[in-house]
């Protein structure tokens, strides 16, 4: 395991050109006190609680992007309230999933042994044993980010965002795939504030933008941030080819 870690590692450095960060993340990354349950034994500890997230390597590659960007990384306590809200995200959906795969509760078996019937004109229910009743409706509350701060002219941002997704790609396929996704944002009017505050990831996605793409568009909005804002505070915002984009 220790030498397909090494050689993951080579590889992501060789290929980002980024040695010195990448390092920084696996070391900084390994998992403290105990092995973490997953193949590469890195993991983010939650300085509230303790608890374990495991990390992709899409995790840490945020993680090299935020570096990158300018910002501190030297300990757990540094990862990125993006990163943390999204890792905190996938632990639930697991988590959801594992209690509608698991077996019931046996409170909750008891009282599915009742069968339901239409018992009266008012429409109330009889049951007797044998069968489940019908399923409680559920109600799903929508989850609104945090919002950006994210200064000047709202199609130039957009512009200088796409730029910059589009210099972390090597394909032509990712960088067309960057350049629709910003067509789609100023074509339907969303300030990239909105899109990030709302998670409408949907409308890059029905829009032809490749899932992981739109993911990515999303999710990477914090960490490209500073930049962005150190540029306009500066006065060093300028105009450059962007293929594909009008």
């Not at 300018?70 to 306590?77: A, K, L, P, T, V």
């Not at 309230?81 to 905190?88: A, E």
């Not at 994210?150 to 941002?157: D, F, M, R, T, Y």
Request: charged share 25%.
């Amino acid at each position: 395991m220790r030498n397909q870690q090494a050689l993951q590692q080579d590889a992501e450095t060789h290929a980002s050109g980024e040695a010195a960060h990448w390092r920084t993340v696996y070391r900084t990354m390994r998992c403290p006190g105990r092995p973490c349950k997953n193949n590469q034994g890195h993991c983010w500890r939650d300085p509230h609680g303790g608890k374990h997230y495991k990390l992709l390597t899409a995790h840490m590659r945020k993680l090299v992007a935020y570096m990158n960007a300018g910002n501190i990384f030297e300990s757990h306590r540094d990862v990125p309230d993006t990163i943390r809200q999204q890792l905190y995200a996938e632990a639930d959906q697991r988590n959801e999933t594992h209690r509608d795969t698991g077996p019931p509760h046996p409170r909750m078996a008891q009282m599915q042994t009742n069968e339901c019937s239409p018992a009266s004109q008012q429409g109330s229910l009889q049951c007797s044993p044998g069968r489940t009743p019908p399923p409680f409706n559920t109600v799903v509350k929508a989850v609104v980010l945090d919002a950006l701060d994210i200064p000047g002219s709202h199609e130039k941002a957009i512009q200088d965002y796409v730029k910059w997704q589009q210099n972390q790609a090597d394909s032509q396929e990712w960088i067309s795939q960057f350049a629709k996704a910003g067509d789609i944002l100023i074509t339907q009017g969303f300030r990239l504030n909105l899109f990030y505050q709302k998670e409408r990831i949907d409308i890059l996605v029905g829009g032809g933008v490749s899932e992981g793409i739109a993911e990515s568009f999303h999710n990477d909005l914090p960490i490209w941030l500073p930049e962005y804002r150190q540029k306009f505070e500066e006065g060093e915002l300028y105009s450059r080819e962007t293929p594909g984009f009008v």
